[in-house]
């Protein structure tokens, strides 16, 4: 049973299905058997009635493109919530061109899994540089870690200076930790289970969530939208928690020869084809993902030997659904990051040297100014 074009959850609008947990108006199949339709609330609705508790599901693009139109209709201040650790496969770019009049703030949120030893006004200036190298230009730039509630309180309080006489909008791709925020701010808020309540926008399925402000304006979480580019379009859901840093990531430094390799799991692949000698290279990434060395010239056979085995993830159950590596080769002429997006980066210190990043098709790799 995919969809059930009858069953609409009455509290955000979503058409129900049960086949997609991440996905909107999602219900368990057993919870639809003895179902009565005018009570019947997508789970991410039933847990925000019964446990005010907010659970981020995707979004399609095109839905997300009629909220943020809806958005330009009004007066609200829009807060783009995005990974530090994946800072270009969370961006929305093209926010500011949908948001009229209204005013942009970027959050960059998950500080606290950077190295400790990296300062907030080195993140700051290096994200603010990122910002406005995709032509963004917005009223405040602010870092936060949504698991702390003085760095959400001291977000909330930046947000109220800023927002004026409007709404706040939340938004985000999916894997941000925007959820994380929304509970924190609940649970700063108020103690009263009836804070939150659920609408939706007329004409389209997209299900919102508002809680009350002071002065009579709400602040609005927004579902997920689902970026293209991003490691979770191949990974499962058990799979992306494996990549997924919980903790503050460890650098590990590795050093290669020419014509090296270093798997991560076996989802991404960095290989030093040369240039410089023997060189270290920093990986930064889960703590809880492995990493494999090799030499370039067996890679490619050790990989299809290992994928799904030594070389996790994939899962082994779903290493063959796994979509084949691409290559992209890089020329650099100074220290730079790799990036593979949603799962992390390998620094490289040297110049002139010849590299290649691998990934599943579809997943973004790129180069970029070094992070640290």
Request: neutral net charge.
């Amino acid at each position: 049973m995919s969809k059930h074009d009858e069953l609409i959850c009455i509290g955000c609008g979503a058409t129900i299905q049960s086949d997609h947990k991440d996905k909107m108006g999602y219900v368990p199949a057993s919870a639809l058997e003895n179902r009565n339709e005018e009570d019947l609330y997508c789970k991410r609705c039933f847990r925000l009635r019964h446990y005010n508790e907010v659970s981020d599901v995707e979004l399609t693009s095109d839905d997300f493109l009629n909220m943020l139109n809806n958005i330009n209709d009004q007066r609200a201040l829009i807060v783009n919530i995005v990974d530090i650790i994946d800072f270009n496969g969370s961006v929305i770019t093209g926010i500011e061109r949908f948001a009229g009049n209204n005013p942009v703030m970027i959050v960059g949120n998950k500080v606290d899994l950077l190295p400790k030893s990296l300062k907030h006004n080195h993140i700051r200036q290096w994200l603010t540089e990122r910002i406005h190298e995709l032509g963004l230009r917005p009223v405040d730039i602010s870092l936060i870690s949504a698991v702390k509630r003085d760095s959400v309180r001291q977000l909330l309080d930046k947000i109220e200076k800023i927002r004026g006489n409007r709404d706040v909008y939340v938004v985000g791709t999916t894997n941000v930790g925007k959820s994380t925020l929304i509970n924190q701010i609940v649970k700063l808020s108020t103690d009263k289970r009836d804070l939150i309540t659920t609408s939706y926008i007329p004409g389209t399925t997209l299900g919102k969530i508002e809680i009350p402000l002071d002065d009579g304006h709400v602040l609005v979480d927004t579902p997920g939208i689902f970026q293209s580019g991003q490691m979770a379009h191949v990974l499962s859901h058990k799979e992306m928690n494996i990549i997924t840093p919980k903790k503050t990531i460890k650098p590990a430094t590795y050093q290669l020869n020419e014509k090296q390799t270093l798997f991560l799991g076996g989802v991404a692949r960095f290989d030093y084809k040369g240039g410089a000698g023997r060189q270290s290279f920093v990986v930064y990434a889960s703590n809880a993902l492995d990493v494999h060395r090799t030499k370039l010239e067996k890679a490619e056979a050790l990989y299809q030997a290992q994928k799904g085995k030594m070389f996790t993830p994939p899962l082994p159950e779903n290493a063959e659904h796994l979509p084949d590596m691409k290559q992209y080769h890089f020329k650099l002429d100074g220290p730079s990051d790799i990036v593979f997006s949603g799962l992390g980066w390998v620094k490289v210190n040297a110049s002139n040297v010849d590299v290649s990043g691998h990934a599943p098709k579809g997943v973004d790799v790129f180069v970029r100014k070094p992070m640290i």
